[in-house]
């Protein structure tokens, strides 16, 4: 990662059986993507999204949270779309914490402000 770029992941189904709803997500992410960097990305940092499909499969999804966190350095992960997935990578993103990662909550449970890099 770049000290010029802030990277998400993006954990979804680009092929399997929700690989036509999860195009809509894909393409949302990237216009996302395109008009923050547009206006100047967050706090001057241009935002770079990493993508992986884990073709609706719970085990993937797991290998991508690991994969966002120790290869690509992501600062937050997107997805994935099913309930199926989303059960099962939180446990391992919880385990490696770090100053520039969060915990992975439960939306009833996110925070009302956004944390800082530091704290």
Do not use: C, H
């Amino acid at each position: 990662m770049a000290a010029d770029e802030i990277v998400i992941g993006l954990s979804y189904g680009r092929t399997g059986i929700y690989s036509s709803i999860n195009k809509t997500t894909e393409v949302a992410v990237d216009i996302a993507a395109q008009e923050i960097n547009a206006a100047g990305g967050i706090n001057g940092k241009k935002v770079r999204i990493v993508k992986f499909d884990t073709a609706g499969d719970p085990k993937q999804a797991v290998v991508a949270v690991r994969k966002f966190a120790k290869d690509d350095k992501a600062l937050a992960v997107i997805g994935p779309f099913s309930s199926s997935e989303a059960r099962v990578p939180l446990p391992p993103a919880n385990v490696k914490k770090s100053s520039r990662s969060r915990t992975l909550l439960p939306r009833r449970n996110w925070p009302t402000s956004s944390p800082t890099p530091s704290g």
